[in-house]
Nanobody, 121 residues
Framework: QVHLVESGGGLVQPGGSLRLSCAAS????????MGWYRQAPGKQRELVAA???????NYADSVRGRFTISRDNAKNTVYLQMNSLKPEDTAVYYC???????????????WGQGIQVTVSS
């Protein structure tokens, strides 16, 4: 079993910053990819930023230059530093991890429970 625990969300004024964290724990042999998605009310879930299995990073055009994804491999943790936040960044943010568990032949895809980020004055 694998668990993802997200933290760091909340309410922030426009122009402010937040840092999200997502820690994966459990029977993890290796992690292929880690990333963040978000879903605003009435909209589809969308990619925010991610490390791919090839080691590159992808960012949504709307956040490039403002958000930075990073990871600590020793802690199986991925971070999302969000600067210059805008009201349109308001959404539930989800951590996503693609990993291989001990004893498994195939990779599994896990999602965090979601964390609210609200940007408002």
């Amino acid at each position: 079993q694998v668990h993802l625990v997200e933290s760091g969300g909340g309410l922030v004024q426009p122009g402010g910053s937040l840092r999200l964290s997502c820690a994966a724990s459990g029977s993890i042999f290796s992690i292929n990819a880690m990333g963040w998605y978000r879903q605003a009310p009435g909209k589809q879930r969308e990619l925010v930023a991610a490390f791919t299995s090839g080691g590159t990073t992808n960012y949504a055009d709307s956040v490039r230059g403002r958000f930075t994804i990073s990871r600590d491999n020793a802690k199986n943790t991925v971070y999302l530093q969000m600067n210059s936040l805008k009201p349109e960044d308001t959404a539930v943010y989800y951590c996503n991890v693609d990993l291989l568990e001990y004893g498994s032949r195939w990779a599994s895809d896990y999602w965090g429970q979601g964390i609210q980020v609200t940007v408002s004055s």
